[in-house]
């Protein structure tokens, strides 16, 4: 399966990896994204 992402909605996914990577840890941002991958 293919998808798109708007380009905004790309940024804030870019910017809540990057919150979760400078107030909780690295693998809590990598955790996030893995999970958004893994639902898509």
Same mark, same amino acid.
């Given at each position: 399966?293919?998808? *798109?992402?708007?380009?905004?909605?790309?940024?804030?996914?870019?910017?809540?990896?990057?919150?979760?990577?400078?107030?909780?840890?690295?693998?809590? *941002?990598?955790?996030?994204? !893995?999970?958004? !991958?893994?639902?898509?």
């Amino acid at each position: 399966m293919t998808y *798109a992402i708007y380009p905004q909605a790309e940024e804030e996914l870019t910017q809540a990896a990057m919150f979760y990577a400078e107030h909780a840890s690295k693998a809590i *941002a990598a955790a996030f994204l !893995d999970e958004f !991958d893994r639902v898509l």
